[in-house]
């Protein structure tokens, strides 16, 4: 029972590079989002889905993109990294009805140096 | 603008203490309400949630949350706390509308003490 599944758990990336932060549900999700957590901050919502060849923005999308070509992945891509994208990136998955909460998965971990 | 606030940032209580958690939000519509925790190192889990229906909900572990619409707060609660609490807790609220999304409060931080 996997449930969202992210990957990889850290990372530490060099100004300037970039990367794609993997998430992948098999619990049948059609919605699914993009956070990043910051101490204090609680979490903020980067991008989101609600289905497969639909994205949209969240509160704070600059220095990100998405793409949902499969029901069950939404990769965030990260282009140019700074150090002000060092955070830990939470994937979360819903059915998109109101009465259903989020499924998150462990986190991944991301410094830039 | 829509927000959610969670006044304590940071609570300190012994063992067996009773514990109340505040949180507001800033919208008078239609909401619906959670509260999620986040063990050290481990993702957010589901504690409680709220749609409609009888205003105190109970969760897992012995939490419990009420909803109070005039004061648009939804106060998370536990008589007596364990060391195996010690956690972050976080607000959040889906306001009426189409697009699913969360939004969550700053967080509490709770340290219990054995």
């Known amino acids: 029972n996997a449930g969202v599944t992210q990957t990889p758990k850290f990372r530490i990336l060099k100004i300037g590079q970039s990367m794609t932060l993997q998430c992948t549900q098999d619990?049948?999700?059609?919605?699914m989002y993009w956070y990043r957590q910051d101490p204090g901050m609680g979490l903020k919502l980067i991008y989101y889905s609600v289905g497969a060849g639909i994205t949209d923005k969240g509160e704070v999308p600059n220095g990100y993109n998405v793409s949902r070509s499969t029901t069950e992945d939404f990769p965030l891509r990260l282009e140019l990294a700074a150090p002000s994208q060092t955070s830990v990136y939470f994937c979360?998955?819903?059915?998109?009805?109101?009465?259903?909460?989020?499924?998150f998965g462990d986190g991944t971990r991301l410094s830039i140096l | 603008a829509q927000s959610v606030s969670q006044h304590n940032h940071h609570v300190i209580l012994s063992e067996a203490a009773s514990l109340e958690l505040g949180c507001n939000y800033s919208y008078g519509g239609t909401v619906n309400l959670f509260w999620y925790v986040q063990y050290p190192g481990q993702h957010l889990q589901l504690l409680l949630k709220y749609f409609s229906g009888d205003p105190l909900v109970k969760g897992i572990k012995g939490f419990e949350a009420e909803f109070i619409k005039s004061k648009f707060s939804f106060n998370l609660r536990k008589p007596s706390v364990q060391w195996s609490d010690t956690a972050e807790y976080f607000c959040a609220v889906l306001f009426g509308g189409a697009t699913n999304k969360l939004i969550f409060g700053t967080g509490t931080l709770l340290a219990v003490q054995p």
């Open positions: 619990m049948n999700h059609n919605y």
């Open positions: 979360a998955g819903s059915t998109g009805n109101s009465n259903q909460p989020q499924h």
